[in-house]
């Protein structure tokens, strides 16, 4: 559900801006201020998983969140809309990191646990599909405001079984950690994300070189300085300084981060693409970019034997990322009408996302302790919607600033945003395979 929340909005988007009489700039923040509460208040969300308990973390975000998409579908008004956007970003990041870190510590270091994380990452896949059709049908047929109210169902009622699913071990708390939670750390860092998209997605409004711009890219430095610094002082941080010594949790969240960017704006980018350059239905756009999460759930089933097959994780993962760029390349000459090269491309960046995502996690969660699994899937879940909300906006913003046409992005736009995906996954690649040559020496935090 989390992940379909994602997928399912960018296809209503087009939608959402005529109704409410949203400006194209505007109307990217309902991505945004999602994916920004989502990625600031993660590692809040695994911490307090890992002090109060999983199961009793995982029903509450579940509540919030259900409660959140009920107000954005009654929505009157961008600010409601954009509150509970907020607010269900919020719900996110309690569930997300609950939801890892119950796997990670179900099951045992090795295989096991690969091949469930593989079934993890195969399952958002899945809501990654179901988003893109059920949205294009629900906004086709109905309304835009559908894609929020259907969550509140699916939502309440897996709040009220996962007490009876989930046994009394999966709300077992950390006896170690006090019940001190790093508040004005979360609040620094979600500040910190918030100020650097802030800059990035309005630099082709204002001007790159604008003091606003300037000066909003200034404070988000000075936020990420002061969290870094609140982070020593706390006596229960939401990051210990000594788990980045941990090579695989460094490297993971890296990784995690540069799919998000890639990810997050290709998916805007192209719903946009479709529906205002090709003017195609919502349906059509969903069926269209459907057959990427195919793929990706195909990584994710098999990811434990693509492993084996390619030598590693850590090989998976370059030739991952590398499927991605492939697939963005071949985006890079989207056409101003037809279809011809844009169903292997999604299949190519979805099997990339997908097989990146799966890596990412696994090699961060390896050699860590269950006491802090929460905290890991905190930090790589917080890395990938950093760079979701990075990518919906830097994505964006160069189709806007190269391609403007009447409002709306042209083709040459899209073409060179997804330039700017392909950049991404080349880095993730080349990180990736200096990793597979110089093997990821597991440094044990505490």
Do not use: C
């Amino acid at each position: 559900m989390m992940v379909l929340d994602f997928s399912i909005v960018n296809v209503a988007l087009p939608s959402i801006e005529r109704e409410l009489n949203l400006s194209t700039s505007l109307v990217d923040w309902v991505v945004t201020a999602y994916a920004i509460a989502f990625g600031g208040l993660l590692i809040l969300g695994g911490r307090a998983a890992d002090m109060l308990g999983r199961r009793r973390m995982f029903v509450i975000g579940l509540v919030a969140f259900s409660l959140a998409s009920l107000s954005g579908g009654l929505a009157q008004d961008p600010v409601l809309l954009l509150a509970s956007r907020v607010v269900q970003g919020a719900g996110a990041a309690i569930v997300m990191p609950a939801a890892l870190s119950l796997i990670t510590t179900g099951f045992p270091e090795g295989r096991e646990r690969t091949r469930a994380l593989g079934l993890y990452g195969a399952t958002a896949s899945l809501g990654f599909v179901a988003g893109q059709v059920l949205g294009g049908v629900l906004v086709e047929f109905t309304s835009w405001r559908a894609v929020f109210l259907v969550n509140v169902p699916v939502g309440l009622i897996a709040a009220i079984i996962a007490p009876k699913v989930l046994g009394r071990s999966a709300n077992l708390r950390d006896t170690r950690a006090g019940h001190r939670l790093d508040v004005r750390g979360a609040l620094l860092i979600t500040s910190a994300v918030a100020l650097a998209v802030f800059a990035v997605s309005e630099g082709d409004t204002f001007g790159w070189l604008s003091p606003v711009v300037l000066g909003t890219a200034a404070a988000a430095a000075i936020a990420f300085g002061a969290f870094a610094l609140a982070e020593t002082r706390h006596p229960e941080p939401l990051i210990r300084l000594d788990m980045f010594r941990h090579a695989g949790l460094r490297r993971g969240s890296a990784l995690a981060l540069l799919m998000g960017l890639w990810n997050g704006g290709e998916m805007l980018v192209l719903s946009l693409y479709f529906q205002q350059v090709l003017h195609e239905s919502p349906l059509v756009t969903g069926l269209a970019i459907a057959p990427q999460g195919m793929a990706g759930f195909t990584a994710g089933m098999f990811g434990t034997q693509l492993a084996a097959r390619f030598g590693g994780v850590r090989r998976l993962l370059a030739v991952t990322a590398a499927a991605s760029a492939a697939g963005f390349l071949v985006l890079t000459q989207l056409p101003a009408a037809g279809y011809s090269p844009l169903l292997l491309a999604v299949m190519l960046i979805g099997f990339g996302t997908a097989g990146t995502a799966f890596g990412s996690i696994v090699i961060a969660s390896r050699g860590v302790p269950d006491s802090d699994q929460g905290v890991v899937g905190g930090m790589i879940n917080t890395s990938r919607q950093i760079g979701a909300a990075i990518g919906a906006a830097l994505l964006p913003a160069v189709a806007l600033g190269v391609g403007h046409e009447a409002g709306v992005t042209g083709v040459t736009g899209d073409r060179a945003a997804m330039l700017t995906g392909a950049v991404a996954s080349v880095l993730a690649m080349l990180l990736a395979w200096r990793a597979s040559r110089v093997g990821d020496p597991v440094a044990q935090p505490r």
